[in-house]
Nanobody, 119 residues
Framework: QAQLVESGGGLVQAGGSLRLSCAAS????????MGWYRQAPGKQRELLAR???????NYEDSVKGRFTISRDNSKSTVYLQMNMLKPEDTAVYYC?????????????WGQGTQVTVSS
């Protein structure tokens, strides 16, 4: 059974950094596009960044230049390095996996990890 497990969230002051990890198991990791998403209270879940199996990336405008997505296929893990954090980055962060044969459909979600940025 496929599973995604996020870690690395926590409380950080504005301007600080966090690195999130998402470890995948039970799936052929290299066949999935991986993404990081977040959901703040009262808001819809939003896509932040995606990375293909080959390492091509794209970012939502609000995180460009501050967040970096990367993956290690040998460890079946995707990362999100978050720098220059702002209070508005406070949210639950999720990773999602899209099979390459069906782009745009999230096949698996992690359980989420809370990120809180204090001002």
């Amino acid at each position: 059974q496929a599973q995604l497990v996020e870690s690395g969230g926590g409380l950080v002051q504005a301007g600080g950094s966090l690195r999130l990890s998402c470890a995948a198991s039970g799936l052929t990791f290299a066949r999935y596009v991986m993404g990081w998403y977040r959901q703040a209270p009262g808001k819809q879940r939003e896509l932040l960044a995606r990375i293909s199996a080959g390492g091509s990336t794209n970012y939502e405008d609000s995180v460009k230049g501050r967040f970096t997505i990367s993956r290690d296929n040998s460890k079946s893990t995707v990362y999100l390095q978050m720098n220059m954090l702002k209070p508005e980055d406070t949210a639950v962060y999720y990773c999602g996996a899209e099979h390459v044969s069906n782009p745009g459909t999230i096949n698996y979600w992690g359980q989420g990890t809370q990120v809180t940025v204090s001002s």
